[in-house]
Every structure is written in C-alpha cells, then in structure tokens.
C-alpha cells in the first residue's frame, strides 16, 4: 500500500467506497482505452457520454425526481477524483454535473428542472457554461454578450471563448446582460438549447481550440448573432439575479478544481516514486540519492496537507458552510502546489520525463491550466486580501 491508499478521507463511507471502485471499473473498461484516439481527435465521443448516463455518473447529486443518483456533492468528487486517478482527461462531466446541474437544481424553476435535468443525467443533453469573453476573463461585470427582450423572446448577441465541451454541449448556460446599465445587477443566466438554434438561428461554433494539455477536451468559441430563445430560458423567474448566482455556487466549482489537483499530485507523485525504486544512476537506485529521499518526502507531506485540506472543505460543502474565501484559499493553494509537485516530479524522469509517452509529461502538460479556470489564482489572492 502506498502512502495516499493507507489514508481515508474522513467523508468516506462504505456507499462511496462501493461507488469509487464501480467508477474506477467504469473507467478502466470504457474510457482509458479510448484515451489515445480521444487526444488524437481533441474530442470525446459522444456516445461516451450516453455510457456514462446508463451508469448512473452523470448528475450523480441530482435528485431521482429529476433522473439524478440522489446523492450529494461527496458523490461529485468521488466520480470526479477516479476520473483523474484513471489518467482520464478531457470528459467534461466536472462542468457538465457539478457546475451546470447544479444551476439548474437551485435556480431553476420545477418546469425548467423537469425539462433538462433528466436529459442531463441520461447524456442526451450534454452541458457547458459560457462566462468567460474574449475580452474579460475572471472579470465576470465586464461581460459585452447581451440579451435584450423582444416580445416573448430574449436576442442574445455576443461571443464566447474557452467553453469546455463547446463543440459537443447541445445545452449552455450563458451569462448575459439583461441591463447593461446596471452593472453586476444586470447580469443574468439563460440557457440555450443549441439544436434549435444552430445555424440559420444565429448560434454558430467555432473552431475547436488548440491547447498545449488537456488534448482530449474539446474547447470552443461560440457565437450568438441575434440568437433568438424563450423567455422563460432565463434561469429562475427574474432578472439581475445571475452574479448572485454566479457568486453563490462559485466555491463548488473551486472545490472542484481542488479535489482535481489532489488527484493529480497524488497520482504525479505515485508515478515518480514507482520510477526512482527501479532507475539507476551511478551504480545506485535513484531512490537511494538523499536528495531523492528528502525531496520526495517534502512532496509527499505537501499532498497530504492538500487533500486535508480539501477533505475539511468537502465535509463543509456537504454541510451548507464552505465559504468563497476558504474555498478560494483551497483553490489556489493546491492548484499552485499542483503545478510545482509535477514539475518537480518531471525532473526525476531525466530526458524521459519530456517525452509525451511517459504519464508525468502529459500530466505537466494538462497541470497548467488549473490556475487559470475558474478564476485565476491572482484573483482567489485578491479575493482573500478582501477580508484581511
């Protein structure tokens, strides 16, 4: 056993322990030998996703009234986390099952809940959230994309970038302006249904984005000319409530993020360890270098303090009392950590470690970016000096 199977995350029980090896199956059997062919693509399948709905892995928190598992956000993460164990990269279901349902479940109204959620979990509907502009990325009020009413419909006009599943999202959550006057009270949610609009509606795609990691996620640009949707596609029953919104289920999607980097260091540090034992240089195991040893051991110690971290933050999700500043706090701590465990496992791989047929170099690849989304760790600083 190594050092991260001898711990248990103190919201583990025996139902999410089934849960994580009937996942961990899941992935083995269906997803990672498709990996390959996925990053090749730059796309996951689309049937992946109808085989993840009849496992029951999508909108695993969802009530069953609503075609969801029943569970709770401790379900997301154990889903979530073997996705990452499992060298899975590119299965947006994070966005897809615990950021977008999530809007729905607490914002919408039951008739929008009936309408999408069960798709959602089936995978006939697929998911993205379009924040971010080309020209504002973590500055959620300086958003241009605006709907304006005309008649029963809105008309949204604008652009979007950085959509994770944006050339396969058939359902997109869209922070608009419905009062550009009004500043962060004028921002509002609506979701679009792409299949009826795409096209000669005036939503159109654009290419799917090269990125330097994460091969496999396809990530968009997506554009609204005079996209023409019903009124009541506006998440809830007013207006200028979509920053509130925003701001209220921000910390999930921190937590998210956070419990990823766990996975990540984790599985970074497993890979290197597993190498040192067997490489030799100058007549000794690598392991067998104190520099290793000691290295290594600060690594390690600095993993277990992020997943106890991480774990306090979960139990306090579960509970209605993570709040954004200790959520932004876990954000940028363990991505930054993150980033520097990989990079410094890398090194321990010598030359190979560059090479993209070893595991570590795809994992520092696909690392960088979790600094970034979601707020960038500028920001979650920012954020926190504010209640210093």
């Not at 009937?22 to 996703?49: H, N």
């Not at 924040?131 to 009413?149: C, F, H, V, W, Y």
């Not at 290197?272 to 100058?282: G, M, N, P, W």
């Not at 989304?373 to 926190?384: A, F, Q, T």
């Amino acid at each position: 056993m190594s050092i991260f199977e001898n711990y248990k995350s103190p919201w583990m029980n025996e139902e999410l322990q089934i849960l994580r090896e009937a996942v961990s199956r899941f992935y083995q059997k269906e997803f990672v030998p498709l990996m390959p062919k996925w990053e090749e693509q730059g796309i996951v399948d689309r049937d992946a996703w109808f085989k993840a709905g009849e496992a029951g892995i999508l909108c695993a928190s969802i009530p069953e009234q609503y075609g969801g598992g029943g569970g709770d956000f401790r379900h997301e993460m154990v889903i979530s986390e073997e996705l990452g164990r499992a060298g899975v990269v590119g299965f947006g279901n994070s966005v897809h099952s615990g950021i977008v349902a999530p809007y729905i479940l607490h914002y919408g109204t039951e008739e929008q809940k009936q309408k999408w959620l069960p798709k959602m979990a089936s995978g006939e509907l697929v998911a993205a959230i379009a924040m971010t502009e080309p020209g504002t990325g973590s500055d959620l009020q300086g958003i241009a994309t605006g709907a304006r009413k005309d008649g029963t419909d809105y008309v949204i006009s604008g652009q979007k970038t950085f959509l994770t599943n944006g050339q396969t999202a058939n359902l997109i959550c869209v922070v608009v302006k419905t009062d550009p006057e009004a500043g962060a009270r004028g921002t509002s949610l609506v979701m679009v249904e792409t299949d009826s609009v795409e096209g000669e509606g005036g939503f159109s795609r654009g290419r799917n984005l090269e990125k330097i990691g994460m091969k496999a996620a396809d990530t968009s640009e997506v554009f609204f000319d005079q996209v023409r949707v019903p009124q009541n596609h506006l998440l809830g029953v007013e207006e200028g409530k979509g920053f509130i919104q925003l701001m209220e289920q921000l910390p999930q999607e921190r937590l998210i993020i956070a419990s990823a980097a766990c996975v990540m260091m984790e599985r970074a540090l497993e890979v290197t360890s597993a190498y040192v034992k067997e490489r030799k240089a100058f007549g000794k195991r690598i392991m067998d270098f104190q520099n290793t040893q000691f290295r290594l051991a600060e690594r390690f110690t600095e993993a277990r303090i992020a997943r106890t971290f991480v774990d306090d933050c979960a139990m306090k999700l579960a509970e209605g009392k993570l709040d954004p500043t200790t959520a932004a706090m876990a954000k940028w701590w363990t991505t930054q950590k993150e980033v520097e465990i990989i990079d410094e496992c890398l090194q321990f791989f010598g030359g190979y470690g560059y090479m993209l047929e070893y595991p570590i170099a795809r994992m520092y690849a696909d690392s960088r970016i979790q600094k970034i989304y979601g707020g960038s760790n500028e920001i979650m600083k920012l954020l926190i000096a504010r209640e210093i």
